[in-house]
């Protein structure tokens, strides 16, 4: 059976949601390969032949949420002004908000180091491409535009990280208008 297989991608569908409503009920150290296969109808063996383990499975589950982020910072415009963050970096919260949970139990210390490390590449691939394409902020042109776009993807992931892992205590517009501050300078 390929990935290509309906058969196959319907499994892999059945397991993302399966991990997706566990990890929204319980944190990752707590959930178990088998309690996964249970809820997504499958047995443990048939899990194993789509991810090798938990941290693999959680990853692709979350791979669109990661894709709208990355989209999302790659499209603020970085002349915008200071106090007016980017609707896009508004989106970006906001889409981070809508799913704060997993954000958090994914990024906590016992989360998931495979998740966090694809966020931050992403975001990064995502940005670097977007100024790539588009004049820089003023004081930048001396910055290699790779180490730019790994310092806004590494702010952003400790943003994300720290905001869900208080429970988002300031709504996502005023966690936009901060960051933005600090991004631009």
């Known amino acids: 059976m390929t990935s290509s297989d309906p058969r196959a991608r319907r499994t892999r569908a059945r397991l993302r949601a399966a991990v997706l409503d566990l990890a929204a009920e319980r944190e990752l150290g707590d959930i178990t390969i088998a309690e996964v296969a249970k809820r997504a109808g499958v047995n443990r063996a048939t899990t194993y032949l789509h991810f090798p383990d938990l941290d693999a499975l959680v990853t692709d589950a979350m791979e ?6 990355a989209r999302a910072a790659a499209l603020c415009p970085l002349d915008a002004p200071r ?25 906590s210390p016992h989360g998931s180091a495979r998740f966090a490390a694809t966020l931050r590449d992403r975001l990064a691939a995502e940005l670097r491409r977007s100024l790539e394409a588009r004049s820089r902020p003023r004081g930048t042109d001396d910055v290699p535009v790779d180490v730019h776009a790994a310092y806004l993807a590494g702010a952003l992931t400790g943003v994300i990280a720290t ?4 429970g988002a205590p300031a709504g996502a517009a005023d966690t936009a208008l901060a960051t933005w501050r600090l991004l631009r300078g």
């Open 64 to 69: 669109e949420a990661v894709a709208q982020v």
């Open 83 to 107: 106090d007016e963050p980017p609707q896009p970096l508004r989106d970006l919260f906001d889409t981070v908000a809508a799913n704060a949970v997993l954000y958090r139990r994914m990024l």
């Open 163 to 166: 905001w869900t892992a208080a």
